[in-house]
């Protein structure tokens, strides 16, 4: 068989330089979808996160005490502040650090686009910024890697106002969705099946932060 690949590595710790990169690359993919007028309702927005706390409501304190209480918190506190007027288009809407390529500095790839879907821009930033800014079990921000991310991001495709000041409760919303798609497989994952449950709380801790410190995107 002759299969066409694309060069370059997954990074597990990355550079600010690296980072900074990955934001040109993810305006890049922003811009170059703006025209795209086929469309895929992101189903893991707000609808979402509240069908999947109702299937794990019984579980979250088996695996956390404090999870429950967070996600019940959070969910309604995200309803009611979610924006719905940025600007849209066909976003990844799961670039973490294992779904791009890089060599050196350069991205040379973005892959696994099984989670694309149209919605807002912004939010597809805070997704980035969620995966890529805390050490993998979320007890540690990293303020060089954000600071990069974004400003290789707004070199391309510079946000407006509104995006900036939406960053806050997007990145909110991006850290809930993990924690409850992580919840959910933690539950629902057959014993026997050859994939590595992922911890619920690593995402928690980071949506724990984006409360905590809303100005982190100032």
């Known amino acids: 068989a002759r299969i066409e690949f694309l060069p370059g590595v997954s990074l597990d710790t990355p550079t600010p330089e690296q980072a ?9 993919l922003h811009l170059a979808t703006a025209s795209f007028t086929d ?33 019940h918190t959070e969910l ?52 980035t910024h969620a995966a890529w800014c805390f050490s993998s079990d979320g007890t540690r921000f990293d303020a060089a890697i954000s ?11 510079p946000l407006s106002a509104a995006e900036h000041a939406a960053l806050p409760i997007l990145a909110r919303g991006a850290a809930l969705r993990f924690t409850l798609t992580r919840a959910y497989d933690w539950v629902n994952t057959p014993a026997d099946a050859l994939v590595t449950k992922k ?17 982190v995107f100032a």
């Open 39 to 71: 469309r895929r309702e992101n189903d893991l927005g707000p609808d979402g996160w509240r069908r999947l706390t109702s299937a794990c409501a019984s579980d979250f304190a088996e695996m956390d005490p404090v999870l429950g209480p967070l996600v």
């Open 76 to 127: 309604a506190a995200l309803e009611a502040a979610w924006p719905s007027q940025l600007p849209r288009g066909a976003i990844h809407a799961d670039l973490f650090p294992d779904n791009v390529l890089m060599l050196g500095e350069t991205v040379t790839g973005l892959i696994d686009f099984y989670f694309a879907c149209t919605d807002m821009f912004a939010y597809d930033v805070a997704i």
């Open 20 to 28: 900074r990169s990955v934001g040109r690359a993810l305006a890049q």
């Open 199 to 215: 911890d619920p709380m690593a995402f928690a801790r980071r949506l724990q932060f984006y409360t905590a410190n809303p100005d």
């Open 147 to 157: 600071t990069a991310l974004l400003e290789g991001y707004e070199a391309v495709r």
